[in-house]
């Protein structure tokens, strides 16, 4: 059986991976080295430069290429930085239209690296293509989309929205970090690019921060390739060897994380001393529909605003937390708990950042794979 057409849970372990030309280790070696023993100039097996190219490197861009059921992976020092070389495929004058509700280190980096090279962004709610199409115009050149997106969990339909891209030859780039290709595969549903933070449910142990693309397009793998050699922002041996060690069980994870995630919104929805949940599990959630087509679960996000939408109230419940960790970021085995507004969106704007409903009481937990019965009464004692 070809290694091509294993299904997802064989390809997290086998896909695009062979033992070590070395000595047959089954896990690649992590190799330490900037550089690669020449016999003449240009005479090396495959690898010069480790910037270029290294193979513990290639071995998760082999891996990510696999699980995104795409042909050319490349991996980088950053979720970020791996957004920000898909940006350096445009010129100034493009324009870019992007999703509204994402993580602020996103926005950020459209708003405060790239606006003054010249590149325009619009941030749009995509609920609705009519509402993409209006802001798209010759020089549009590419749409961002994040789904499910942070912290709102609202849904994106990426078919419609890939269908809309080829009506107008653009490029579609999906932020696949929420739901990874064990509940969602952009590409298959249309998308040019798919684009990981890495460091969350890819790695999934919070000890690496890397990031990913993946694509099918040769043309597009080159232009990208191009630029994560001469940009220079590649993740180093140890981490590439973390990250694929992390993916090897992304699939027992992830169907951990839904699971509890499941068991914890319907807790949470419950409460009477919850306002609102925001889980695109729920049957009125606005997107769920969309969510159930595209997604095969609902993920481990949940995001929650106490009742009253009290500041005091949110600060004081993720204070008391005790299992779940008060932390930026998300998608370890570990759960944790964020106070959107003040961590990881307090670059956007308080009044963009209202607009989409990130309030000052809004909680986002990340729910972990330990026992659900401890996060549900660490919750317990926390909201009292
Ligand atoms: C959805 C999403 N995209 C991108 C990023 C940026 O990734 P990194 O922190 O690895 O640079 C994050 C980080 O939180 C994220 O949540």
Redesign the pocket.
Known sequence: MSKKDLKFNSKTIHGGQHPDKAYGAVMPPIYQTSTYAQTTPGGHKGFEYSRSANPTRTALENALASIENGIYGLAFA????A?DAVIKLLNPGDEVVSTND??G??YRLFKQIFEKYGITFHFVGMQSVDAIEEHINDKTKLIWV?TPT?PMMNVIDIKAVSDLAKKHDLLLAV?N??ATPYLQRPLDLGADIVMH????YLGGHSDV???ALVVKNKDLADQLYFIQNASGAVCGPMDSFLTLRGIKTLHVRMQRHCDNGKAIAEYLVKHPKIEKVYWPGFENHPNHDVAKSQMDDFGGMISFVPKGSSYEEAIKIVEKLEVFTLA???GGVESLAGHPASM?HASIPKEEREKSGVVDSLIRLSVGIEDVDDLIADLEQAIG
């Not at 950053?78 to 930085?81: K, P, V």
């Not at 933070?197 to 969350?200: F, H, L, V």
Request: charged share 15%; no cysteine; proline share 0%.
């Open positions: 950053s979720g970020l930085s957004m994402l993580y280190g996103s994040e942070n932020d970090t929420f933070s890495a460091t969350k921060v890397v990031g930026e970021s998300l990881t």
